[in-house]
């Protein structure tokens, strides 16, 4: 970072803040990663890369709806995908898609995010992009347990899990552990879903997640 900052290049500073939003972003701290996210939007516009502006502000918009800034989200969601329409980039659209797929899920519109989760999931796989389809996939099955679909969410994050594991990615393996145990939890499958908990919770301690540790507490305390 500050081997950028000395030689005055907003791009290559634009991709150390967006690296470390997401690092802040696995960990749950979105407030950490829209400030940071916000700097790299600066940098990128300022570097006129609209490209990087419009994946950037889908990022930012995706931290906005997970703080419950929902207007501030919509408004960065609709201008993101509006230019990577402008820009063709299928790979941008489908970012955007997955992002209006976390606001509508914070808007406890279940049915509408799994639907736009589908359809980024979908987009994502055209374009080779198993990161982002991993992604896509782990908020569809999310959502599909919320609306009670539990073999479906079973089937899809089960998906979302295999492409994490190829990636080589313990964060996605532990947010899908952690979102099978909650399926299981809700069907009444006590035993399995505190395997499934614990399971993320091991990964999460591993690396330190305080918030991801705190909420994999919370239900296994639940679970009794």
Not at 91 to 116: C, K, M, P, S, T
Request: hydrophobic fraction near 40%; charge should be negative.
């Amino acid at each position: 970072m500050e081997l950028y900052a000395s030689l005055g290049e907003p791009r290559g500073q634009a991709v150390a803040y967006n690296n470390m939003a997401w690092a802040a972003s696995i960990e749950g701290d979105w407030e950490s990663a829209e400030a940071l996210w916000d700097r790299s939007l600066t940098l990128r516009e300022k570097a006129q890369d609209p490209r990087g502006s419009a994946f950037i502000r889908s990022y930012r918009g995706t931290a906005r709806a997970m703080l419950g800034r929902f207007d501030e989200a919509r408004e960065d969601l609709d201008d993101a995908v509006s230019r990577q329409e402008e820009l063709n980039s299928r790979q941008g659209i489908a970012n955007g898609l997955r992002a209006l797929g976390v606001l509508h899920y914070q808007l406890d519109d279940f049915a509408l995010a799994e639907e736009y989760a589908r359809e980024a999931a979908a987009a994502f796989f055209e374009t080779g992009t198993r990161g982002g389809a991993a992604i896509s996939l782990q908020l569809q099955g999310r959502a599909l347990v919320d609306l009670g679909r539990f073999e479906e969410a079973r089937d899809v994050l089960s998906q979302s899990h295999a492409l994490f594991e190829e990636m080589g990615a313990p964060w996605g393996t532990a947010d899908v552990r952690f979102e099978e145990g909650r399926a299981a939890a809700l069907d009444g499958r006590t035993d399995e879903a505190r395997r499934l908990v614990q399971e993320a919770l091991d990964v999460w301690t591993e690396m330190g997640a305080e918030r991801k540790i705190d909420g994999c507490r919370e239900l296994l305390e639940e679970l009794g």
